[in-house]
């Protein structure tokens, strides 16, 4: 099982109910992937907004976030931790 942290650019004046439906509509896909969508972070300002999450592959971690209607712009494994 790896850990990822996602990026989606454009997301632009997000608010904070915007980013709780997001994640939240990940929650509702990513049993079938073996995903676990852990936490998200939001700039409204710059538009980015991040994703950590736990599973088996990149690919499975976009097919959630594709299913959920936000693809990611980058997905990067992150294998150290401290």
């Excluded at 959920?68 to 712009?73: F, I, N, R, V, Y």
């Amino acid at each position: 099982m790896g850990r990822f942290m996602d990026v989606h650019h454009e997301m632009k004046g997000i608010t904070t109910e915007q980013l709780r439906e997001a994640h939240q509509a990940d929650l509702a896909h990513e049993k079938p992937e073996g995903v676990h969508f852990e936490r998200a972070w939001a700039d409204p300002q710059s538009g980015i907004v991040y994703c950590l999450s736990s599973g088996p592959s990149k690919e499975a971690v976009q097919r959630v976030h594709e299913k959920s209607g936000h693809k990611a712009d980058e997905i990067h494994e992150v294998p150290i931790e401290v």
